[in-house]
């Protein structure tokens, strides 16, 4: 792997080369659901924490630095259908260990195809949710 390591889902690290990292968006929410009030309007009750939503987004260019190979690895990764560990860069070069994730979709778009249907510029998402209640993804950024 060449480049700087920035994030690790699993064994797949998102570095500046092949698999650039581009975007992180998180998003946490929480439950107000609405409940009916006699002669008032309805009002919203805190129930908890919803689940938390993590994707990351990148691209890579297969003709010049490759990356494809590790996109497929990434994929096989989601389709074995294991939990995984979500790791950060850490400063010093250490890792700071975030939780333990599934990956919920992975998806990529292919501009200028080539002859292999491979697109010399691939972006790529991966969608994430926390595999246990325990981890938050708004304590990450």
């Known amino acids: 792997m060449s480049g700087v390591p920035i994030l690790a889902i699993g064994p797949h690290i998102f570095a500046s080369l092949p698999l650039s990292l581009q975007k992180i968006q998180e998003r946490t929410k929480m439950k107000w659901p609405t409940i009916n009030r006699f002669g008032v309007g309805p009002a919203r009750q805190n ?8 994707t990351v987004e990148g691209l890579y260019f297969n003709d010049e630095w490759g990356g494809h190979p590790e996109y497929l690895a990434l994929k096989a990764t989601q389709r074995a259908g294991l939990p ?3 790791l950060g860069a850490a400063a010093g070069g250490g890792a700071s260990v975030f939780g333990t ?3 919920l979709e992975v998806g990529a778009m292919h501009s200028v195809i080539r002859r292999s249907g491979i697109g010399a510029k691939v972006e ?13 993804f708004g304590g990450l950024l």
């Not at 129930?47 to 993590?54: H, I, L, P």
């Open 101 to 103: 994730v599934v990956i």
């Open 124 to 136: 790529f998402d991966v969608k994430l949710a926390p595999f246990g209640g325990d981890l938050a």
């Open 84 to 86: 995984v560990e979500l």
């Open 47 to 54: 129930t908890g924490r919803d689940e938390d939503e993590f």
